[in-house]
């Protein structure tokens, strides 16, 4: 998520990882194959971890590798240098954090209304 905040795409937070990959296909096109296919790793990591090994961990990194080869596709370029010194995948944590814990404590308020 991290390497398409910089890239400027958040999608919502409500979505699971295969509806990140097809949103994020509509706007890249082809350069989303990796997001794709670390749907699948994802969602085996969040609701079955003891299935992932090690091999699957080398794995989810290769596609990292490979989707920021395809954002950035030249060796060395001012958009790859902006990403590594871009707040935006900072901020974005600690605002879903934040939206998080509000909706925790609108939760909390109506429960013992």
Do not use: C, K
């Not at 091999?55 to 950035?72: F, H, I, K, N, P």
């Not at 240098?81 to 998080?100: E, G, I, K, N, Y």
């Amino acid at each position: 998520m991290d390497r398409l905040t910089e890239r400027g795409i958040s999608p919502p937070v409500s979505l699971t990882f295969h509806e990140v990959a097809g949103h994020v296909r509509t706007i890249l096109g082809e350069a989303a194959n990796p997001v794709e296919a670390a749907a699948e790793l994802a969602t085996t990591a969040i609701y079955a971890p003891e299935r992932i090994d090690q091999a699957a961990a080398d794995q989810a990194w290769e596609l990292v590798a490979q989707l920021g080869t395809a954002l950035y596709p030249g060796r060395v370029s001012a958009a790859r240098l902006r990403a590594l010194f871009d707040p935006r995948p900072l901020w974005t944590t600690w605002s879903v954090a934040r939206q998080r814990r509000h909706a925790g404590e609108r939760l909390e308020v109506g429960r013992y209304r």
